[in-house]
Structures are given as structure tokens and as C-alpha cells.
């Protein structure tokens, strides 16, 4: 589980494919803590820690990851948001962050404000219930407050202590971003569903009755 709070920058240095993964060398200030079997996320990406050598470490993207995710597209020097698992025992200060992308998103905007810099982001419309005003999303593994919401689109400002600590300053119109929804959002739609079910299924029962 992660904060969605980053906590520093890696570059990818080395990739290639095998068979449908996409093996990935991420260098980073905290590589050579890392442990094997650790979860990281990498922009919002939680991957597992497969080898650690001095300042890089060593991770494997599956085909539902690369499909969901930005990671197919990410070339040598790619600049990379890490953010190692949360532990237990400090303060959740962003929200509660899984690592599992739901989608990528398309950066449609970027207007610099007193202070802030604005993002507007576009998603598909299936996903537009689970963006609330005011409440969280997790863009390219960073915790952000969503405003200006529609069914497809969001915005979120970004102050300038996460945008000189992350990649977000590199972000350009037409760059796409991982986006995970919120999780508590998300099992509310699966208990509604499930509720409609049961619903139907007793009325169905009722009729034929």
C-alpha cells in the first residue's frame, strides 16, 4: 500500500523486452536499499523489486500492466516518481493508494496560477463516477485533490514543492499519465452492483412466482 506521496525521482536506464514483459532498471537515491520482493511504485506503478546492483534496481511490467499503464511507452532516461511501500506506523498523508493503475489519462491542459500550476486531465467515461469534487486521485503515483470535475475530465493543481519534486514539471498537452481511481469509490460501485443484482434476481423470482 502507498500514500501517493513521492518520494523521490528515479531514471530508467536500461530496458528491454522479454517475451511479453518489459524488463526495467530504475536509477534511483533509494536503489540500493531496496530489498528484493519490495513493493514500489513507480509513477503509481507498483512493481516488485527483482534485483538490486549499487544505485539501480531491477523490475518486471507485465502485459496487463503495459497495457494499462505508460510503461510500454517510457524510452531511456525516462524520469520516473518512486514511492516505496508505506509503513505502518507514521501518518497516511496523502490517501490510501493501491499501486494498480486503472487507466492512462491525457494531459488537455496546463495553466500556470498564482502559486500553482493547473493540470487538466481527460479520462475515459467509465471511470467518470469515481472522480468526486474535491476528493482524491492518484496521478502518475502522486496524491492529488481533483476539482473542476466533469464525466470525463478533471483538474488538479499542482503547488511548487511536488512539481520540483517530481516528474509533473515535464508533463506537456498530449503526454499521458497513470491514473488510479479511489479505492473506497471503487467498492462502493461493486456493493451498488452487487445490490442491483440481488435486486433484479429477487424480482425475477417474484414475477415467475
Given at each position: 500500500?502507498?500514500?501517493g506521496?513521492?518520494e523521490t525521482?528515479?531514471?530508467?536506464?536500461k530496458?528491454?523486452?522479454s517475451e511479453?514483459?518489459?524488463?526495467l532498471?530504475?536509477?534511483s537515491?533509494v536503489?540500493?536499499?531496496?530489498?528484493v520482493?519490495?513493493?514500489v511504485?513507480h509513477?503509481?506503478?507498483?512493481?516488485?523489486?527483482e534485483?538490486v546492483?549499487?544505485?539501480?534496481h531491477r523490475?518486471t511490467?507485465?502485459?496487463e500492466?503495459?497495457?494499462?499503464s505508460t510503461i510500454g511507452?517510457w524510452?531511456?532516461?525516462e524520469?520516473?516518481?518512486i514511492?516505496r511501500?508505506?509503513?505502518?506506523n507514521?501518518?497516511?498523508?496523502?490517501?490510501?493508494?493501491q499501486?494498480?493503475?486503472?487507466?492512462?489519462?491525457?494531459c488537455?491542459?496546463?495553466?500556470?496560477?498564482?502559486?500553482?500550476t493547473?493540470?487538466r486531465?481527460r479520462f475515459s467515461?467509465?471511470?467518470?463516477?469515481l472522480?468526486?469534487e474535491?476528493?482524491?486521485?492518484c496521478i502518475?503515483?502522486?496524491?492529488?485533490t481533483?476539482?473542476?470535475?466533469?464525466?470525463?475530465?478533471?483538474?488538479?493543481?499542482?503547488i511548487?514543492y511536488?512539481l520540483?519534486?517530481?516528474n509533473m514539471?515535464y508533463?506537456?498537452?498530449g503526454d499521458?499519465?497513470?491514473?488510479?481511481?479511489?479505492?473506497?469509490?471503487?467498492?462502493?460501485?461493486?456493493?451498488?452492483q452487487?445490490?442491483?443484482?440481488?435486486?433484479?434476481g429477487s424480482a425475477?423470482v417474484?414475477?415467475d412466482i
Amino acid at each position: 500500500m502507498f500514500t501517493g506521496i513521492v518520494e523521490t525521482q528515479g531514471i530508467l536506464r536500461k530496458s528491454h523486452a522479454s517475451e511479453r514483459n518489459k524488463i526495467l532498471w530504475i536509477e534511483s537515491p533509494v536503489s540500493r536499499e531496496l530489498k528484493v520482493d519490495q513493493s514500489v511504485a513507480h509513477n503509481g506503478v507498483c512493481l516488485t523489486v527483482e534485483e538490486v546492483d549499487d544505485d539501480m534496481h531491477r523490475v518486471t511490467a507485465i502485459q496487463e500492466t503495459l497495457l494499462k499503464s505508460t510503461i510500454g511507452s517510457w524510452k531511456i532516461g525516462e524520469r520516473v516518481n518512486i514511492e516505496r511501500c508505506v509503513l505502518m506506523n507514521g501518518r497516511i498523508d496523502g490517501h490510501i493508494v493501491q499501486g494498480h493503475v486503472d487507466a492512462t489519462g491525457v494531459c488537455t491542459g496546463i495553466n500556470q496560477t498564482e502559486g500553482s500550476t493547473e493540470y487538466r486531465i481527460r479520462f475515459s467515461e467509465e471511470f467518470g463516477h469515481l472522480v468526486i469534487e474535491k476528493g482524491s486521485i492518484c496521478i502518475n503515483g502522486i496524491s492529488l485533490t481533483a476539482f473542476k470535475v466533469a464525466v470525463t475530465e478533471v483538474s488538479v493543481a499542482i503547488i511548487p514543492y511536488t512539481l520540483q519534486h517530481t516528474n509533473m514539471k515535464y508533463l506537456q498537452e498530449g503526454d499521458l499519465v497513470n491514473l488510479e481511481f479511489d479505492v473506497i469509490g471503487k467498492y462502493i460501485q461493486r456493493w451498488l452492483q452487487i445490490q442491483n443484482t440481488i435486486e433484479k434476481g429477487s424480482a425475477k423470482v417474484s414475477r415467475d412466482i
